[in-house]
C-alpha cells in the first residue's frame, strides 16, 4: 500500500519560512519523480515544484522562483520543500505527489499515480 504523508504545514507570517516534508513508503521512492502542487479555495490545483527520480533535475513555476526549493533524500524516501519569502499568495492546501518516471520533471497533475492528503499552509499579511 503506497502512503505519502506530509507535514510541516501551518500558519506563518509574510517573508518567514516553513519546510514541509513528504514521506513515502510502499514504493520504490528512487524510481519516482516527485512533485509538489498546492490548491488555494476556489482556485484550480497548480504545480509548485517537481524533482527528478534522481534528484539532479528540478522545476518551479515562475511564482516560487527564487522563493521555495525541492529536494530528496531517497535514503530517508522523503522529499522536502523549503519554503522561504512566504507571501499570503501562497496560501493553500500543499500535496506532494508521485510518479513513476525517467530522469524528468513532470510538471501535470493528472501524470502523477499516487498523492498525499495535504498539509496546510497559511501565510498572514
Known amino acids: 500500500q503506497v502512503q505519502l504523508v506530509e507535514s510541516g504545514g501551518g500558519l506563518q507570517q509574510a517573508g518567514g519560512s516553513l519546510r514541509l516534508s513528504c514521506a513515502a513508503s510502499?514504493?520504490?521512492?528512487?524510481?519516482?519523480?516527485m512533485g509538489w502542487f498546492r490548491q488555494a479555495p476556489g482556485e484550480e490545483r497548480e504545480f509548485v515544484a517537481g524533482?527528478?527520480?534522481?534528484?539532479?533535475?528540478?522545476g518551479y513555476t515562475d511564482s516560487v522562483k527564487g522563493r521555495f526549493t525541492i529536494s530528496r533524500d531517497n535514503a530517508k524516501n522523503t522529499v522536502y520543500l523549503q519554503m522561504s519569502t512566504l507571501k499570503p499568495g501562497d496560501t493553500a492546501v500543499y500535496s506532494c505527489?508521485?510518479?513513476?518516471?525517467?530522469?524528468?520533471?513532470?510538471?501535470?497533475?493528472?501524470?502523477?499515480?499516487?498523492w498525499g492528503q495535504g498539509t496546510q499552509v497559511t501565510v498572514s499579511s
Open positions: 510502499g514504493l520504490p521512492f528512487s524510481r519516482y519523480a
Open positions: 505527489a508521485a510518479k513513476w518516471a525517467p530522469e524528468f520533471v513532470e510538471r501535470s497533475a493528472q501524470a502523477y499515480n499516487y
Open positions: 524533482i527528478s527520480r534522481s534528484g539532479s533535475l528540478t
